[in-house]
């Protein structure tokens, strides 16, 4: 059974920083992507970042760039979001996503269509 779990979400004030990890169960770890997607009451769901072992490509939305971090454990088929210096317009609901990259022409990074997604994991950030 394919499964990606993600956790370490909560309540953070403005400049605050948290962990996200999405650890993943069910399938060839190594031959897919694996991306951090967010969405926020009312708003459209939003890309944030992606990693591959792949190819080693990364992604990250201009948005977080330089805040967040993705990095991956092959070991423990888990990847991980930090996200630093906070802010309330980060507050959204964080799902990490994966997507089938071996063997593809293209670059694995961002995802274009995952395969598998996770149940989420809520961020609320106060100002």
């Known amino acids: 059974e394919v499964q990606l779990v993600e956790s370490g979400g909560g309540l953070v004030q403005a400049g605050g920083s948290l962990r996200l990890s999405c650890a993943a169960s069910?399938?060839?770890?190594?031959?897919?992507?694996i991306g951090w997607f967010r969405q926020a009451p009312g708003k459209e769901r939003e890309g944030v970042s992606c990693?591959?072992?792949?190819?080693?490509?990364?992604y990250y939305a201009d948005s977080v760039k330089g805040r967040f971090t993705s990095s991956s454990d092959n070991a423990k088929n888990t990847v991980y979001l930090q996200m630093n210096n906070l802010k309330p317009e980060d507050t959204a609901v964080y799902y990490c996503?994966?997507?089938?990259?071996?063997?593809?022409?293209?670059?694995?990074?961002?995802?274009?269509?995952?395969?598998?997604w996770g149940q989420g994991t809520q961020v609320t950030v106060s100002s």
């Open positions: 996503a994966a997507e089938w990259r071996l063997l593809q022409d293209d670059d694995s990074c961002p995802l274009s269509k995952a395969d598998y």
């Open positions: 069910g399938f060839t770890f190594d031959d897919y992507a």
């Open positions: 990693i591959s072992s792949v190819d080693d490509s990364t």
